[in-house]
């Protein structure tokens, strides 16, 4: 395994974490839960169940 000598800057670490929308905390180990996924996982959710009340209704 190939070490860096040098490490991203606060502002790098920010835009990658804005890039690939999660947060910092999340790039760097701290936060083993990925909010942007869940996020979307729980919005699909409203949707399939939307979809599901609506063909219910013809």
């Known amino acids: 395994m ?3 000598k040098t490490s991203p ?3 790098v670490i ?3 974490a804005d890039y690939f ?3 910092v905390d999340y790039l760097l180990g701290r936060d ?3 909010y942007y996924q869940k996020g979307f996982d729980d ?3 409203f949707v399939k ?3 599901l009340e609506s063909l219910k209704k013809v």
């Open 49 to 51: 169940k939307a979809m």
């Open 14 to 16: 920010v835009k990658l």
């Open 43 to 45: 919005g699909m959710d």
């Open 9 to 11: 800057s606060a502002d």
């Open 21 to 23: 929308h999660v947060s």
């Open 32 to 34: 083993k839960e990925n």
């Open 2 to 4: 190939k070490y860096f």
